[in-house]
């Protein structure tokens, strides 16, 4: 079997022994055997003596934590790098804070380049608004600046790179000294990203690949497409990946698909679905979410890009040419045409052919338990951002803002959707939140809607197993005999089993529950550290005290 974007290189056989692996083949594992690039064994540190003197290596853990690597199952790499290398306004306390951020920025960058910036949340200021066209034309002195909102569903500009963008004004979600929103910001972003050289954009995806290698992430899902990067962006990530070690790279082409002939394309662009980011409506912090009844800060219902009969025509499409399928979907009038869509096209081929495809969705947050019950027996995979919720949820949070307090208290169901056999995959979205794996499983075990809290045990397959689940394997994401050698080496204090309540007993470290232990996760404990991180076999990452 040809493991994707696996860097051929020579394999040793590795011991690895004196510390906790978690592996569901053994829950009291301490070593571990890994050879030519997968688990060989795992078990007890007296058997391990077996193996020593027929390894190449043998590793002491000297007490670390051995995990299966991290999946992120939605990340834009060359953003996340553009803003791990450019501009991160997502510290900024004041819209004055941020302008003198974007003017220091305008003077250590070279004349000749674009500026671009990321992260800003207007609803964390005083002032409460984004900064005017004119405030951002003298901060970046008359210079091209690109500023995504934080959610990147918008994004406010200055003069000179509107007038890179001929015809800008004509176009939808064009305001004059508002963000620009749909076409407008996608015109806009086009320009700002085809003004990056290619060897930028090389040196952005490393960054961003080097970052999630020291996180202890092993594999990234890239929600690419059209309206997000171009081609050459997505293949020159894809051959990036393959060539050189780092976290393994599927990526996503989110590009409707009508035809055997389309869904070929997407094929040889390297994709491994069209899916991703294909665009049902936008964000709630844009306004552009698509919901069934107004926001509660707006006099709108926000903005519908597909329509049921486009979800199903594109399912539809795809699963007959054998491809997987997918889409972003947050507001519940969005996900509502999702599920129509999709279930139209189960009425066309056959529910188990839908179910097979293993077709999904992005974001899913305003679900009901209507559309939570379309999606298992749908057999639609909900690849979820719980960082979300950690950012936005709450009483006093912006989802609360734009939803009231009520309709808020709904979103990022968790709980519910396992109950209901639903697969979930965690992801990042990064760089809308950042790459922090262990902080992804935290916000999902510590929810700020306690009825959607889940335990860690549970959160933790899903930003592990569930992410290979989501491309359709399920021999990987877990340390056991022969799966991809993927882990995570981890410094971390005591392990403990964590539930999300108090019906069951919330911690415990009795070990005849016979679950593996994971680190403590209560808000405020430290999280683990990455010591090292391994793909395929092969070490990607090694932290600079080892």
Not at 71 to 78: G, K, L, P, R, S
Not at 418 to 435: E, I, Q
Request: net charge negative.
């Amino acid at each position: 079997m040809t493991e994707h974007n696996a860097p051929r290189a020579e394999h040793r056989t590795v011991l690895l022994r004196g510390g906790d692996v978690h592996s569901p083949a053994d829950p009291f594992a301490t070593a571990m055997v890994v050879e030519r690039g997968h688990v060989a064994w795992v078990g007890s540190e007296g058997a391990a003596d077996a193996f020593a003197s027929g390894v190449d290596e043998v590793i002491d853990l000297e007490g670390a934590l051995v995990t299966p690597a991290f999946t992120d199952a939605h990340v834009h790499t060359t953003s996340t790098g553009l803003a791990l290398t450019g501009l991160d306004l997502s510290g900024a306390r004041s819209l004055a804070d941020a302008l003198d951020l974007v003017r220091a920025h305008a003077a250590a960058t070279p004349a000749g380049q674009i500026l671009l910036g990321h992260g800003w949340d207007a609803t964390r200021w005083p002032e409460q608004r984004p900064p005017s066209r004119g405030e951002l034309d003298e901060a970046a002195g008359g210079r091209p600046l690109y500023l995504p909102r934080v959610d990147v569903h918008s994004a406010v500009v200055t003069t000179a790179l509107l007038d890179l963008v001929p015809g800008v004004t004509a176009l939808t979600g064009y305001h004059p000294d508002a963000p620009l929103t749909a076409a407008a910001h996608h015109a806009v972003r086009a320009a700002a990203h085809g003004a990056v050289t290619p060897q930028q954009r090389a040196e952005a995806q490393r960054a961003a690949l080097a970052r999630a290698a020291s996180l202890g992430i092993g594999t990234v899902h890239e929600c690419a497409g059209p309206e997000i990067s171009d081609e050459q962006d997505f293949t020159g990530l894809l051959k990036l990946a393959a060539e050189e070690p780092g976290p393994r790279v599927f990526g996503y082409w989110a590009e409707r698909v009508a035809d055997a002939k389309d869904a070929e394309r997407i094929r040889e662009l390297g994709a491994i679905g069209a899916a991703g980011d294909l665009f049902v409506d936008g964000s709630l912090g844009s306004h552009t979410a698509c919901l069934h009844a107004p926001y509660a800060d707006a006099a709108h219902t926000g903005t519908a890009h597909l329509d049921a009969a486009a979800v199903a025509a594109h399912v539809t499409a795809c699963t007959e040419a054998g491809l997987q399928a997918g889409f972003h979907a947050i507001g519940d009038a969005a996900i509502s045409s999702v599920v129509d869509g999709v279930r139209a096209s189960a009425q066309k081929l056959g529910l188990a052919r839908i179910r097979a495809a293993r077709h999904r969705v992005e974001h899913a947050e305003m679900l009901t338990p209507a559309t939570i019950a379309a999606f298992a027996d749908l057999g639609l995979t909900a690849s979820v951002q719980p960082a979300f919720d950690a950012a936005w949820g709450g009483d006093e949070g912006m989802y609360a803002q734009r939803l009231g307090v009520e309709r808020a208290r709904t979103l990022n169901p968790y709980a519910d959707l396992l109950r209901a056999g639903v697969p979930l995959a965690f992801g990042s979205d990064s760089p809308v939140t950042p790459l922090d794996p262990w902080g992804t499983v935290r916000a999902a075990a510590f929810h700020r809607t306690p009825e959607h809290r889940v335990s860690v045990r549970a959160a933790f397959t899903a930003h592990t197993r569930g992410g290979w689940r989501a491309v359709g394997r399920d021999d990987a994401g877990t340390l056991v005999p022969g799966a991809p050698a993927d882990y995570a080496v981890w410094r971390a204090d005591e392990l403990v089993v964590q539930a999300p309540d108090d019906r069951v007993a919330r911690w415990s470290t009795d070990p005849r529950s016979g679950t593996p232990g994971l680190p403590d996760l209560t808000p405020g404990a430290e999280l683990p550290v990455c010591l090292r991180t391994v793909v395929f076999g092969q070490t990607v990452f090694v932290h600079p005290d080892e």
